[in-house]
């Protein structure tokens, strides 16, 4: 490990692979390799073609630097596609390559938090809205809100926007928390959706 300039600085931690038992030797989201590299020129993709010093605001490091080990921790990541409208659908779409085929739960509220789940905090608010989403009280109104990854860490949940006139121009935010291997995995970004 000491064989590049400037590698003297080794880990003596146990790297937090997500999940080493199966062979699955990505970084889990709470690895020590996160951020401890060495930036090497010319290295800008990782063994899965990700993107090298991929910055998760959530992880304490030095902006910029890569993670130790052929896989860069890419989070993950939740994206609305659709219009946010009375009697519309929005897909809500999560990647998590370093996580395949885990549960995750998706919830919404109206404000942002942050709920705190012991040393992590999710940016969402504990309101009724919340309450809703993740009691599975409404399940024609969040669609698939608990869910399975694929094997890339892909899925999707579907918000159906109630045919509601007064629901416009209220803000929802939604975020996906993903289950680790021993309690919570990664947590996304907050997509923040305004109704139409």
């Given at each position: 490990?000491?064989?590049?300039?400037?590698a003297a600085d080794n880990l003596d931690v146990?790297?937090?692979?997500?999940?080493?038992?199966?062979?699955?030797?990505?970084?889990?989201?709470q690895a020590a390799l996160i951020d401890r590299?060495?930036?090497?020129?010319?290295?800008?993709?990782d063994l899965m073609l990700l993107p090298r010093r991929f910055d998760d605001p959530?992880?304490?490091?030095?902006?910029?630097t890569a993670d130790v080990g052929a896989h860069e921790w890419a989070g993950s990541l939740l994206r609305p596609f659709g219009t946010p409208a009375p009697g519309n659908v929005v897909w809500l779409l999560i990647q998590a390559p370093n996580e395949p085929f885990r549960a995750f739960q998706m919830a919404s509220s109206l404000g942002t938090g942050p709920i705190d789940l012991?040393?992590?905090?999710?940016a969402l608010a504990l309101d009724p809205l919340f309450i809703l989403s993740v009691g599975g009280v409404l399940p024609d109104v969040f669609v698939g809100y608990p869910g399975l990854l694929d094997g890339s860490?892909?899925?999707?949940?579907?918000?159906?926007?109630p045919n509601v006139q007064a629901l416009r121009?209220?803000?929802?935010?939604?975020?996906?928390?993903v289950q680790g291997l021993a309690?919570?995995?990664?947590?996304?970004?907050?997509?923040?959706?305004t109704i139409q």
């Open positions: 490990m000491n064989a590049l300039p400037g146990n790297p937090g692979f997500a999940d080493a038992a199966a062979r699955n030797f990505l970084p889990g989201p590299g060495l930036d090497v020129a010319g290295l800008d993709l959530r992880f304490v490091g030095p902006a910029g012991g040393a992590r905090k999710l860490g892909d899925s999707a949940a579907a918000l159906v926007v121009g209220h803000v929802l935010h939604s975020a996906a928390v309690g919570i995995g990664s947590i996304s970004n907050t997509a923040t959706l």
